[in-house]
């Protein structure tokens, strides 16, 4: 189709910092964020599409802080001009071998590449997806969980309340501190408050094996309500991984495992997770979905979840869960812990409910072009 290659060319790459303040701080065993410090990027093509991206590093997580990944995703963005939107697979694995060790980079360049194509081809960004091997698309209004932060009790308990009261049936909470006592008394006074709501639990690598199994044991009594644990103990110990799973108690989940492809494959073939829990941000977005195929095909569940990220990069993730289908447990609460959305347009927040948009690409639009 000489007429779509001619349109889709890519002019011009810019990226730019933007601070999102939050409502609470957001605490976890490896960190501590007040504001959202993310970049945006915006590519625009021939015939006069725009499509948006996103880059929210996590250094605690990531090692990426927002200088360096800004000034990768400038680096990178000189290799994409001239260049056309529709080899966005071919140009992800070119930035991959330019810059792997900033997915949070690459990631934000690959996202405003597909938004722009989507765009040109006037399809929502989910349809992009539903045509990869192995999609099952599953279009459909989808629910999430909400994450609690490390905070006093006091706030804590007033904040799952807040939610509750929105609709939240699903809480995500940060444990791993070393205590493990705090941590179990936290959650069991949760849940007997709100008996009908079932638990996320993310140490974040906090524990130590015997930790771990600690905090496991004692989930014995109500394992229904545990719906995942998550990242019990350090990202690369399989075998303490594998031998919380194999007590059998409550599911557990794979996050800072898993950052690539290989990573994925050690922790299947250990036996090392249930549950592998995607990010784009940590792997990049074609890896990603490569990801999400190699731990499906291996009969594991998927988790899709995000750094402190806007509705824009958590646009994209909500799109795979449409589009690749088969991913069942959504953490794509974080829009919802800022005091500010930079966007208009894309899809909308009903409590836990997500709505998808009906729009091209993502849909969405910064709020103050
Ligand atoms: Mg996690």
Redesign the pocket.
């Known amino acids: 189709m000489p007429q779509l290659s001619a349109r889709d060319e890519i002019v011009s790459v810019d990226v730019w910092p933007v601070d999102v303040p939050l409502d609470d701080p957001f605490v976890i065993s490896r960190g501590r964020l007040s504001a959202a410090e993310c970049a945006f990027v915006r590519v625009c093509v021939s015939g006069g599409e725009v499509g948006y991206g996103e880059i929210a590093p996590f250094a605690a997580l990531t090692g990426e802080t927002r200088d360096a990944s800004m000034a990768d995703a400038r680096r990178l963005a000189a290799s994409l001009v001239g260049r056309r939107v529709s080899e966005w697979r071919e140009l992800s694995e070119a930035l991959e071998a330019m810059a792997p060790g900033s997915p949070a980079a690459r990631t934000g360049l690959e996202c405003a590449l597909v938004d722009a194509l989507a765009r040109s081809r006037g399809t929502p960004l989910h349809a992009l997806w539903s045509q990869i091997d192995g999609a099952r698309p599953d279009v459909r209004v989808r629910e999430t969980d909400v994450t609690l932060p490390m905070l006093d009790d006091a706030r804590v308990e007033a904040l799952a309340q807040g939610w509750y009261q929105r609709g939240f049936r699903v809480l995500k909470l940060k444990v791993g501190n070393p205590d493990v006592d705090k941590d179990l008394a936290r959650v069991e006074s949760l849940a007997r408050r709100h008996p009908d709501v079932s638990f996320v639990l993310?140490a974040?690598q906090g524990y130590d094996r015997a930790q771990a199994r600690a905090f496991v044991e004692r989930l014995r009594a109500w394992p229904a309500r545990v719906r995942l644990f998550?990242?019990p103990v350090a990202r690369d110990d399989f075998a303490g991984m594998a031998e919380l799973r194999a007590l059998a108690i409550v599911p557990i989940?794979a996050?800072?495992s898993v950052f690539t492809l290989a990573d994925a494959r050690r922790v299947i073939e250990a036996g090392a997770a249930d549950v592998v829990?995607l990010k784009i941000m940590k792997s990049g977005l074609v890896r990603t979905i490569e990801i999400a195929r190699a731990v499906r095909a291996a009969g594991l569940g998927l988790m899709i979840?995000g750094m402190m990220e806007t509705r824009l990069a958590m646009g994209v993730s909500l799109s795979l869960v449409l589009g690749l289908g088969g991913i069942d447990h959504l953490?794509l609460d974080t829009p919802l812990l800022m005091s500010d959305d930079p966007w208009v347009g894309g899809y909308t927040y009903d409590g836990p409910r997500l709505i998808p948009s009906t729009q091209p690409g993502l849909g969405t639009q910064p709020k103050s072009a």
């Open positions: 993310d974040n998550e990242q989940a996050d800072e829990n979840g953490d």
